[in-house]
């Protein structure tokens, strides 16, 4: 948090600084020492919120998901939450399928390293007819679907944000298999034309008499006679290699 000294010496730091924008500084500090003094859990639930909206960009790392995947066989889940890269979590038996989340390896299915995850903090269950749920296991700091606090338990819909403990992430679910069209002949031969490296660089056009590829070497040779490559050879070792049409 800001100190009121601190905010008068960054002022008179910034010339460009009005005198509004300082008194609109200090009463937003104000505000926010109020609720910290009053609900210091509730500025930390707002500052965690704060910085969920910084992880929006999709990329690997920051942004967290899992996958419920509903096959005509079983459930199974996807996410990247463990070790940051997506992982397939297979619950072996058929009559139960939960999988924990927290931050101990020997009680989570899925462990993730969060000081405010408990050891056993939720647990994502699929029953068939019901589809997914979250199940909170009377964790410390609580767990949240789409920034409501659940009290026991809450089914899942695609697309829900849950935040465990200080754990963003989105999830989603498929049950759904969808037949795609086949691609054109075009674009089979299009792909795999380009799946062939080229042989040699686009802008190179090989001169005319000049010989470029070991194929056309071995051509070559097959094309000349034998006698006469050996007298060419005996030329060169013999003459030091002068062109005979040059000498008189």
Known sequence: MFDPKELSEYALSHPECSHEDVEHSLKLFQTFKRLYDQNPALLDEIL??????GQLPVRM??????????TDKQALLLSNLTEGRSQIFVQPSQASQIWTIGRDPQQASLAVRDRR???CHAAIRYQTGYGFM????????????NGVRIRAS??????????????????FMGSEFRRTVRPS???V?????????PTAPLDATPQQGTITQSNDIATFESEVPAAQLEKT???LRHSGGKDPSSST
């Open 48 to 53: 965690s919120l704060a910085m969920m909206d």
């Open 154 to 171: 809450q089914s899942l819909q695609d697309g829900d944000h849950i935040r465990l403990g200080s754990l963003n992430f989105g999830f």
């Open 233 to 235: 050879l005996h030329f």
């Open 117 to 119: 995850l408990s050891r």
């Open 185 to 187: 002949p075009d674009i």
């Open 61 to 70: 790392g920051n942004f967290g998901y899992i996958l419920g995947l509903v």
């Open 189 to 197: 031969q299009w792909i795999d034309n380009a799946s062939i490296p």
């Open 134 to 145: 979250l199940y909170d296991l009377n964790s410390t700091n609580g767990s949240y679907v």
